[in-house]
């Protein structure tokens, strides 16, 4: 499975972004997708994950409320959509795929290139 991050760019602080993963290459829907970002001289973090039914989601604590991560099945594609972004929203976003969920970065197979997202006015 091969993965692209994409939609991110600039944006003013209390903008909203939306991000898409698609998936290529393999059966995507079978597996959890998560999103981790990481900033200059940050550790990557965890921001949210999807279960592949959907049915289930998970979100850091610094986003619970203003990030909303969805999925297509049908398109192999996850969405993350950020409202109310502040600067330290900041950092190179990616998307993974697991076999199950985690908010550790090492429990994902699969990986995105990450794409840019700017918090500033």
């Known amino acids: 499975v091969q993965l692209q991050a994409y939609g991110g760019g600039l944006v003013q602080p209390g903008g909203s972004l939306s991000l898409s993963c698609a998936a290529f290459?393999?059966?995507?829907?079978?597996?959890?997708v998560g999103w981790f970002r990481q900033a200059p001289g940050k550790e990557r973090e965890f921001v949210a994950a999807?279960?592949?039914?959907?049915?289930?989601?998970y979100y850091a604590n610094s986003v619970k409320g203003r990030f909303t991560i969805s999925r297509d099945n049908a398109k192999n594609t996850v969405y993350l959509q950020m409202n109310g972004l502040t600067p330290g929203d900041a950092a190179v976003y990616y998307c993974?795929?697991?076999?199950?969920?985690?908010?550790?970065?090492?429990?994902?197979?699969?990986w995105g290139q990450g794409t840019q997202v700017t918090v500033s006015s």
């Open positions: 999807i279960r592949w039914t959907g049915s289930s989601t």
């Open positions: 290459g393999g059966p995507s829907s079978r597996y959890t």
């Open positions: 993974a795929a697991g076999s199950s969920y985690s908010y550790r970065a090492t429990n994902y197979d699969y």
